[in-house]
Every structure is written in C-alpha cells, then in structure tokens.
C-alpha cells in the first residue's frame, strides 16, 4: 500500500526545498551559545539536531507535530468514540504532519498486518539466548537479527542514487515497524508463559495485536496499550533512543541496525528501565512499611529515608521538563476513569501528594515533579501485566513510532554523518581561565 509513502513524499518535497533553501541562504546564522556547564553536563539545551515528529517544552509538555496529548486523544481516530487514539494514527501525523481519518488508519493497520510476517531465523536467535536473559536483551537482539534481509542495505551495497535513499528505508522502517508486536509478544510468551505462544490475530489493530499474542485479550488491556503505545512513542530528537537510533542511522546503517542502538539506550536505568525501577521502589516501600496502602506520612518518611541514602526517587525528576509530565497526567485521568481503587494506583497517586514537596525542599532537584514512568507500571500492573522486567519492551515498542518515522526524514533531507567535535579537560580549563581572566580585567577597568 503506497498512500501513506506518496502522502509522505508530497509534504517532505516541500520540506525538504525549504531545508535546502535555509541551509544555503541561512547556514551562517548563530542559534546561540554554548556554555561549558551544557557541554560537561550532557550537552542538554543545546539546538543541535533536526526532528520533525515531535517537540518537547519545559513547561507544556511533548507535542506531536503541534498537537497536545489531550488534543491528540480528542482528534485521532479511535477504535470506538469513547476509547484511547490509535497509534497508527499517531504515526501518520508524525510521518505526514496532519491529523488522519478513520480510513487512513484503518489502511496502516492493514499495511503492518501484510508485512508482519517474522521470519523463522528471528525466532530461531531469540531461542538461542538462555531463557532468563533479560528481555531488552532479547528484544535488542531479535532486531539486529532483522538486518538479514534489509532492502535500505541491498539497495545500498547496488549503488542506489542518495536522493531515493529513504524510499527503501521507509520499506525497512514499515516492516519492522509491523513485525515488533509479534516478536515482543514472543519474547514475553516465552520467558513469564513456558513459551506457550499466540499467534497474531491480522483483523486486529497493532497494538490490540500485541494485547491478544500476549495473552490479554480483554477490551481494556487492548484499551491501556493504545495509549500506552500512543505517549511513548517519541519525545523529540536528543533523548537517548531517539539520538541513538539517529547517530547510528546517520552512518547509513539499516534501519535494523539503528533502532537495535536505540533499544540499547533505552534499556538504561535513566532511560526506559526507569519504569522497572518505579515498580521495584515501590514494592521495597511496601515491604519495608508492611502495608500496601501506606499513608502519606510514612511514604515521606520513607523518601527522606531513601534521599539520606544517597539514592533517586525513580519515576521523579527530568532532563528537561520542569512541571508534571502530561503523559504521567493522562495515564492518570485513564485510571480515574476506568480503574476504581486499585491499592498500587491509590499509592502512585499519594506519592505525587507527597514526594514534589520534599524533593523540592532539598534545593538540588530541578524538577520534582513525576515523569510517565512513575505511574505506567501500576497500570500495566492493575490489567494483569505484571511482569515489571518486560515493562521497558513495551516502552520500546512503542517508542518506535517516532524514532522510526524520524529515519526515514532523516535520508529524505540526506543528513549528513553526525560528528561533533571533542576536546579534552584541559582545553575546558583554558577556556575557564581565559573567562576568569577576562573577568578580572575587566572589574580592574571599572
């Protein structure tokens, strides 16, 4: 099916004349300052990469090419009016910059069930890995399998012009795009269910696909994992699996290879492994108090206590945010609306009460507001999901929707190879005391 390719390619040929267009009349152009506090601390803030599909604000929030979740669960199509967006419809605005119809989702649906067939040796490398590897090890690994049979590679290796680059990558980031709900359910089927697996189900959606293979079956699991897929799906260029995938994509590798490099990021503790960590803190938290439904005050208590010893709160506290993450928002709005007391949620919800508070009193924590990962797990847990290590597999299912889409912009435009520059410690300490110096002269003028 070529209507969402055509689509795509009428909007990019636009873009792209006018990505020419300022790169050649405007390339000199200085976007700002770098400080050596941005470079040593993980180059954050730093306007140093092109992403079309989505756009993180401090203080509002992710946008989807301009659109709000609360905007994006109003306007994309649903499966029914009173349920969560689709995530194919999520991926069209991402790949074409308007919000779809019923039928355009309806037709990616369609697409991704005709290209979901995973081969037998993806499978066969998956059995390979011991049982109890973790999941994200499989997973990462399943995907570099995948490279196997990369046209974007076989094209390559032909000589293929640059300029249709992205027409064989966009093949690869579809197919693999539509393949990793069968090879996620898999690996979940396999470690937490004796390898008792499902088959897919093609009349289903994509991510009520991944539902039925592992195992949930219900309306309302396949409800949660479209939202679920919906808010994780990107979050702008220069987080860890999104700059990955992008930095590897950007020495012309497959998409197989590039997406693996952003699985491996993911799986970091202060990345997608973050959502484990909430679950594992709370359940310390519960254990140690010897209630589940501990009251405020113990809760605090047992912040401070985890403060004094030196660790995080996990599921707190961003990279760039500085208020309340709306994706935590909207997962909570969903409990609200179909969970009734559920005793982990309830606690999820004290938390936020409680933790910003204390977090905000220390006077070291930029931001002490909670971030998606804090209450994601207790709803995947509250549906039956409540195997933890495989949370972060989820998160990179989902996650593929952007940093996929993203790849395919990047071989339209022809990014080039990324390759800033690095300096070692003692050019940061001329650079310091050439600034002191100046400093000093100049008090000195005064």
């Known amino acids: 099916m070529e209507y969402i390719k055509n689509r795509f390619y009428e909007k990019a040929t636009k873009d792209l004349a006018e990505f020419q267009r300022i790169r050649k009349e405007y390339g000199d152009v200085v976007l700002g300052q770098v400080t050596i506090d941005q470079v040593l601390s993980g180059m954050k803030g730093i306007p140093a990469l092109l992403t079309e599909t989505s756009k993180l604000d401090a203080n509002e929030g992710i946008r989807f090419r301009g659109y709000?979740?609360?905007?994006?669960?109003?306007?994309?199509?649903?499966?029914?009016?009173?349920?969560?967006?689709?995530?194919?419809?999520?991926?069209?605005?991402?790949?074409?910059?308007?919000?779809?119809?019923?039928?355009?989702?309806?037709?990616?649906?369609?697409?991704?069930?005709?290209?979901?067939?995973?081969?037998?040796?993806?499978?066969?490398?998956?059995?390979?890995?011991?049982?109890?590897?973790?999941?994200?090890?499989?997973?990462?690994?399943?995907?570099?399998?995948?490279?196997?049979?990369?046209?974007?590679?076989?094209?390559?290796?032909?000589?293929?012009?640059?300029?249709?680059?992205?027409d064989f990558m966009y093949e690869d980031v579809m197919t693999l795009i539509a393949r990793l709900p069968r090879i996620a359910a898999y690996i979940y089927r396999r470690i937490y269910h004796n390898g008792h697996h499902i088959e897919p189900n093609p009349n289903?959606?994509?991510?009520?696909?991944?539902?039925?293979?592992?195992?949930?079956?219900?309306?309302?699991?396949?409800?949660?994992?479209?939202?679920?897929?919906?808010?994780?799906?990107?979050?702008?260029?220069?987080?860890?699996?999104?700059?990955?995938?992008?930095?590897?994509?950007?020495?012309?590798?497959?998409a197989a290879y590039s997406f693996a490099a952003g699985m491996v990021g993911l799986a970091g503790p202060l990345h997608g492994f973050a959502n484990q960590e909430v679950m594992s803190w709370i359940e310390e938290m519960i254990e140690q108090i010897g209630t589940d439904e501990p009251s405020d005050s113990q809760i605090a208590n047992y912040i401070e206590q985890t403060l004094i010893q030196g660790r995080v709160v996990p599921g707190y506290g961003h990279a760039v945010l500085r208020i309340t993450d709306p994706r935590f928002t909207v997962q909570q709005v969903f409990a609200e609306k179909y969970i009734k007391n559920d005793k982990l949620i309830n606690t999820v919800n004290a938390i936020y009460r409680v933790a910003p508070p204390i977090l905000e009193g220390t006077g070291k924590i930029k931001n002490p507001w909670p971030n998606v990962d804090a209450i994601s797990g207790a709803l995947l847990n509250h549906y039956g999901i409540t195997e933890s290590s495989f949370y972060t597999v989820l998160f990179g299912v989902s996650r593929s929707l952007g940093v996929l889409s993203s790849l395919v912009f990047?071989?339209?435009?022809?990014?080039?190879?990324?390759?800033?520059?690095?300096?070692?410690?003692?050019w940061f300490a001329e650079k310091a005391k050439a600034a002191e110096d100046a400093k000093k002269k100049a008090e000195a003028n005064k």
Do not use: C
């Open 410 to 426: 990047d071989r339209f435009y022809g990014l080039p190879i990324e390759r800033p520059s690095s300096f070692p410690l003692s």
């Open 204 to 254: 289903l959606d994509w991510a009520g696909n991944l539902a039925h293979m592992m195992g949930h079956d219900s309306v309302e699991v396949k409800r949660l994992l479209r939202l679920y897929m919906v808010i994780h799906a990107d979050h702008e260029g220069g987080n860890v699996s999104a700059h990955a995938t992008h930095l590897v994509g950007s020495a012309l590798s497959n």
């Open 68 to 166: 709000s979740l609360p905007e994006l669960q109003q306007k994309l199509p649903k499966m029914d009016p009173d349920g969560e967006p689709l995530p194919e419809g999520l991926f069209y605005l991402m790949m074409v910059g308007e919000i779809p119809d019923k039928e355009d989702v309806i037709n990616i649906s369609k697409d991704w069930a005709t290209r979901a067939h995973v081969p037998q040796h993806v499978f066969d490398v998956i059995d390979a890995l011991p049982k109890n590897s973790r999941p994200m090890t499989q997973f990462s690994t399943a995907i570099l399998s995948m490279a196997y049979d990369s046209v974007f590679q076989k094209a390559y290796r032909a000589g293929i012009n640059k300029k249709f680059y992205w």
